[in-house]
């Protein structure tokens, strides 16, 4: 039986350098954090700071996110088109080492 490995993610942050595409149309953003092996999932809003930059807070046990660039219009965190205007792959936290960066508009949600 393969062993799977979870990264710890109680009360991680996780920087993203946001792209100047993703910074156009007053967008907001949002993490979508999962564990594939387990079904669990969770959004949070990435906050926007000048000191701190942004980042987003994950809390429990995940194993990737995708970050989403959404319309600020809405207040909803999903995938739903019109809402969520981009996203991010799939991307695994134990590859990040805590940070993104995002490059140009990455994908259009479909």
Request: net charge neutral.
């Amino acid at each position: 039986m393969r062993a799977h490995r979870y990264l710890q993610a109680r009360a991680q942050q996780y920087k993203v350098n946001l792209s100047t595409e993703w910074k156009t149309h007053n967008a907001r953003y949002a993490a979508y954090f999962f564990n594939e092996y387990t079904g669990e999932n969770a959004w949070a809003d990435v906050k926007c700071s000048g000191y701190m930059g942004s980042y987003a807070t994950a809390y429990g046990d995940f194993t990737h996110v995708i970050f989403v660039r959404l319309n600020n219009e809405g207040r909803e965190n999903n995938f739903v088109k019109g809402n969520a205007w981009n996203k991010t792959a799939d991307l695994k936290l134990s590859d990040l080492n805590g940070v993104y960066t995002i490059n140009g508009w990455e994908l259009e949600v479909e």
